[in-house]
């Protein structure tokens, strides 16, 4: 029985699944896997237009997992590696101490028989 009064706890990566949860964000997400890329050039691989790309693109950002630079009247976003090592990081511990609770539980069972 899970208590009505556990106080919700608010993790650092948060906002990555907040911002990844979208569809077209984890689409232009992607994209910027492949190398980096300019509003102009993610607005015609995704079925929004660039105004909507810039608003994606600063969600992305804000939660770190996309960097900008300027270029000439251009800015060129990029995945930031630190974002992405953050998130990484996040999963991998994650799942460590996962596959390490089912491995116990596992264990307990095969020897409880």
């Known amino acids: 029985m899970v208590s009505d009064n556990l106080p919700f706890v608010v993790t650092y990566a948060e906002p990555v699944f907040k911002a990844l949860a979208d569809p077209t964000r984890r689409s232009i997400f992607e994209l910027l896997g492949d190398g980096p890329r300019s509003v102009v050039d ?31 009247t251009r800015r060129i976003y990029r995945l930031d590696p630190d974002g992405v090592r953050a998130a990484r990081d996040y ?3 994650f799942w460590t ?17």
């Open 91 to 93: 999963f991998d511990k």
């Open 97 to 113: 101490t996962a596959l390490a609770a089912y491995a116990e539980a596992v264990n307990t069972t095969m020897e409880e028989r």
């Open 42 to 72: 993610i607005a015609r691989a995704v079925p929004i237009s660039r105004p909507a790309v810039s608003q994606h693109l600063k969600v992305l950002k804000d939660c770190g997992l996309v960097s900008v630079r300027p270029a000439g």
